[in-house]
């Protein structure tokens, strides 16, 4: 079937097949909203634990977003455009937090950064301790979420092509200005959806951030921490606090998904 705005052929198979997986996504959310306490709603996600945890969750949920862009865009950048000797390794070290266990990286940064690690013994001797600190959490975040930046600027970097790029450098612009001036600006979409997915992936990071930061109220806990602790004295509050981090996350991905739709090309119409 072909349809003014695209081609929508698609067997009626699918579709049941897409409703099952659907309905997997779908009915543990309507189990836990079953489950919530809404007469104490609001005082279960409004306790001083609860709060200092949201908003720990989100001061370092923001500060990985920042340190994945300062790292990431460079790491996209020479992944995307750049061709050397072990490019196809490096794309997959970055990438290796995607498919990699969480406790295993906050393992990793505990070796690398704790008291005994490979760097934490220096950092020690100069009186910076990054383990089991907010610090921490913000490496643990950035860790299991730079690769979500990476991925998308690249795609975008790949799909953009560097054609204008070329036109710019034979203009006489200079390899910085090129990149000020034609390269992020055309793939600023892909950034803005690459950090987001990469807030909302520290916002719900678990793993690396309890075995390298610890769980310290104030300091280390951050909401998910919280939830896990609430599951085992009181479980309403659990469930409410999830629910919190639920419609955080789907406002996230919406907007990612709001910008990648606003972004893409208008088709053209006969």
Request: with cysteine.
């Amino acid at each position: 079937m072909i349809k003014r705005s695209g081609y929508y052929g698609i067997p009626r198979w699918i579709y049941v097949i897409a409703a099952v997986g659907g309905l997997l996504m779908v009915l543990p959310l309507v189990a836990m909203l079953l489950r919530v306490n809404w007469p104490q709603f609001i005082p279960l996600i409004t306790s001083d634990s609860s709060i200092a945890a949201l908003g720990l969750s989100l001061r370092t949920s923001a500060a990985s977003t920042v340190l994945c862009i300062v790292l990431g865009v460079p790491l996209a950048l020479v992944l995307a455009r750049g061709e050397f000797p072990g490019q196809r390794l490096l794309r997959s070290f970055v990438l290796l937090p995607l498919v990699l266990p969480p406790v295993v990286g906050g393992l990793a940064l505990l070796y690398t950064f704790g008291r005994q690690g490979l760097l934490g013994k220096s950092l020690e001797l100069a009186g910076i301790q990054i383990a089991f600190s907010t610090a921490a959490v913000v490496l643990a975040q950035t860790f299991v979420a730079l690769p979500f930046l990476v991925v998308s600027l690249e795609g975008a970097l790949r799909s953009a092509g560097s054609r204008y790029e070329a036109v710019a450098a034979t203009l006489g612009a200079r390899p910085t200005t090129v990149l000020r001036r034609v390269t992020l600006p055309l793939v600023l979409p892909g950034l803005a959806s690459g950090a987001v997915l990469s807030f909302a992936r520290s916002l719900g990071e678990f793993g690396a951030t309890l075995t390298f930061a610890g769980s310290l109220e104030g300091i280390t806990r951050t909401l998910p921490l919280e939830i896990y602790l609430q599951r085992e004295t009181d479980a309403d509050a659990a469930v409410a606090l999830s629910l919190v981090l639920v419609v955080v996350a789907v406002a996230v991905v919406g907007l990612s998904y709001g910008r990648r739709r606003s972004s893409a090309p208008a088709e053209v119409q006969p």
